[in-house]
């Protein structure tokens, strides 16, 4: 089992960044790819970025390219994601989980071990 924790939410003003962590425990060795997904009120979780754990190979929604920056630290089996030019839009629980292959149309229902969230508040 492996158990997901995430960190680095908050309130920021629109044009702000910030940056959320996502640490892995556990049985963290098969682990392929590590995603992050948003869930907004009201709305369905989406896609907002995935990274190949091995390699580093990177893959992002279209609503986050050129804002946001997926890494991994593989000693501190953390990966991280760096948001920059942060819009309302952007409000949303941001949560973390694993996936043990590379899906190249990744979706919610691939990944596995969810962590509980992170809140992100973008004001105008």
């Known amino acids: 089992q492996v158990q997901l924790v995430e960190s680095g939410g908050g309130l920021v003003q629109a044009g702000g960044s910030l940056r959320l962590s996502c640490a892995a425990s556990g049985r963290t060795s098969n682990i392929v790819s590590v995603g992050w997904f948003r869930q907004a009120p009201g709305k369905e979780r989406e896609f907002v970025a995935q990274i190949m754990r091995s390699v580093g190979i990177t893959y992002y929604a279209d609503f986050v390219k050129g804002r946001f920056t997926i890494s991994r630290d593989n000693a501190k089996n953390t990966v991280y994601l760096q948001m920059n030019s942060l819009n309302v839009e952007d409000t949303a629980i941001y949560s973390c989980?694993?996936?043990?292959?590379?899906?190249?149309?990744?979706?919610?229902?691939?990944?596995?071990?969810w962590g509980q969230g992170t809140q992100v508040t973008v004001s105008s």
């Open positions: 989980a694993v996936n043990y292959r590379w899906e190249h149309r990744p979706r919610a229902g691939d990944f596995r071990s």
